[in-house]
């Protein structure tokens, strides 16, 4: 097989599934290009955190054997891909980003992993993530035993976190797609500032089982792909019930867009104030034209907030105590202090401290939160708001700067559907929406629970008159 | 929807938060010196946080999203 060119790692899920059902490329060549990639320039970016060379290729060569018999798995059936490191491979080191388990292993592989092997997909590296998903709250871009993710857009910026080698790799081409995990941003940002099209689906809907737990009641899995299209393949895949997941919604996705509301029957909430306030100003232009794009779709915009509660300090307190329940020895015996970042550490320990009347408060107020979200989605279809509200951080800048420049700002509106969107257990989708500055600008698209195929029908809409999702950075 | 509907400033709520805004300020001035001293203060000013919110007592915990 003759070499791939550059515009070929860019290539959608049914572009390689075309050309693999038409055997003009065999599974083992592309998954061997792919592997080739990642060593070259995986490591510039700080993106793998184990290469899987070997298991890959045997994988590619049983499933050319399937596809030379005419044996068709499904859309991913010999695409390779990433995953990031807070997923078990059986008998392969699984770092979840942090020192002290640099030399775990599992003997079970992840359970959607396996659901992605059974669809002939090939795992070919783990990607890189924050340290323990970043749950003590990370200052530092550098948090990560694989050391700061660079931004394929700009090697001097952050890609984002906690699932950052996935969104990273994806956008540089060194995998088709990539599996991430969000309990707060951790797949809508690092999807905004790496520039491509990522998917937190329902709390429930992608079995968790042989994911390093951070917090058991808002922990999600998700796919990131170029385009949503992908996204909605990658999640009829991974989707579905699991006796081994207590928080399994046990329920199946089907991936039917075409049978979703058109954009012209869709009532979308936005705030003005998100973009123009709210916003970084560099974001502002790209923002607004982005909106303005899904108004010409026919889309029906009207103004909404999110009622004034405390949405971040809640996710923290969730967060917080059960992640210092989840990392309870490591806290107790010191080792917690082995991270990273010190600001980790004394995050989980201070967690620790938190008591149940102040866990159950916030439980409580999480009740409040998911009735705001009834009744504002009985008035609209879907929200949408920026899906981060600064561009991508250098990486020697402490990540709470940009925040707390942000926080000086008005935020109202839609400000906290990051925290409260995830609070609620709510699926949402990040779609590039533009440049600013020569990094991506991200746009999210937030829905009811379950309703995946309606933000997925209407960021295919927008990438179907777009081309933001079609810019790659050059390498 | 309304917004600033549930933020009732009761007595305690109030105190609560005029602790918060000199504990943010501290936390702010702390520096990378003391991550523990920051962690404390930062938790401090979110339960006082959560505290302003008023509550029926017949609001139940969501622990997770139930379908």
């Not at chain 1, 599974?27 to 700080?46: S, W």
Request: with cysteine.
């Amino acid at each position: 097989m003759p070499p791939l060119t550059e515009d070929a790692f860019f290539q959608t899920i049914p572009e390689w599934n075309e050309q693999l059902r038409a055997k003009s490329i065999r599974a083992q060549d592309l998954t061997q290009a792919f592997l080739d990639r990642l060593d070259r320039i995986g490591p510039r970016l700080n993106a793998v955190a184990l290469m899987l060379a070997k298991d890959a290729l045997q994988q590619a060569k049983t499933v050319d054997q399937d596809l030379k018999r005419d044996r068709f798995r499904g859309w991913l059936q010999g695409i390779p891909f990433g995953a990031k490191d807070i997923l078990a491979v059986a008998g392969r080191k699984t770092q979840w980003g942090a020192p002290q388990f640099a030399e775990q292993e599992f003997k079970e592989t992840a359970a959607v992993l396996r659901r992605l092997r059974r669809g002939g997909a090939i795992l070919a590296a783990k990607l890189s993530m924050i340290e323990l998903a970043g749950g003590g709250g990370y200052r530092s871009a550098g948090a990560s035993v694989n050391g700061p993710c660079r931004n394929p857009w700009d090697l001097s910026r952050w890609a984002g976190g906690s699932s950052s080698g996935s969104a990273a790799a994806v956008a540089a081409g060194l995998a088709p797609f990539a599996i991430g995990s969000e309990t707060s941003g951790s797949i809508i940002t690092p999807c905004a500032f790496c520039g491509v099209t990522g998917l937190r689906p329902t709390y429930g809907l992608v079995s968790r089982a042989g994911a390093m737990a951070l917090s058991w009641s808002m922990d999600k899995i998700g796919p990131i792909g170029r385009t949503a299209e992908d996204c909605g393949r990658i999640l009829e895949t991974i989707a579905g019930g699991d006796v081994d997941d207590p928080g399994s919604a046990k329920k199946s996705f089907r991936f039917f867009p075409q049978f979703a509301p058109k954009p012209a029957a869709i009532r979308a909430g936005y705030s003005r104030a998100d973009i123009e306030q709210s916003a970084d100003p560099v974001l502002r232009p790209a923002l607004r034209e982005a909106v303005d794009t899904f108004g010409a779709l026919g889309v029906e915009l009207v103004e909404v907030s999110l009622p004034d509660l405390p949405y971040t300090a809640i996710a923290s307190t969730i967060i917080g105590a059960e992640a210092a329940s989840v990392f309870e020895d490591l806290i107790g015996d010191g080792r917690i202090r082995q991270l990273i970042d010190p600001h980790q550490a004394a995050g989980l320990a201070a967690a620790s401290e938190i008591r149940a009347v102040d866990y159950l408060r916030a439980c409580r107020i999480r009740s409040l939160i998911r009735a705001d979200f009834a009744r504002l989605f009985s008035k609209v279809d879907v929200l949408i708001s920026p899906a981060c509200f600064w561009p991508a951080p250098p990486l020697d800048e402490p990540l709470d700067r940009a925040a707390s420049v942000a926080g000086k700002r008005p935020a109202g509106g839609l400000r906290r559907l990051g925290p409260a969107g995830n609070l609620a257990g709510l699926p949402a989708i990040t779609v590039p929406c533009g440049m600013a500055q020569g990094l991506p600008v991200g746009l999210m698209l937030v829905s009811r629970p379950f309703t995946e195929n309606q933000i997925l029908a209407l960021a295919m809409g927008y990438q179907a008159k777009t081309d933001w999702h079609k810019r790659r950075p050059v390498l | 929807m309304t917004s600033i509907r549930r933020v009732v400033l009761s007595r305690r709520g109030l105190g609560s938060l005029l602790i918060a805004a000199p504990a943010a300020t501290r936390a702010s001035q702390a520096g990378p010196n003391d991550p523990a001293g920051e962690a404390r203060i930062q938790l401090e000013a979110d339960l006082a946080k959560l505290r302003s919110v008023t509550l029926h007592r017949s609001t139940e915990p969501s622990f997770r999203f139930e379908a």
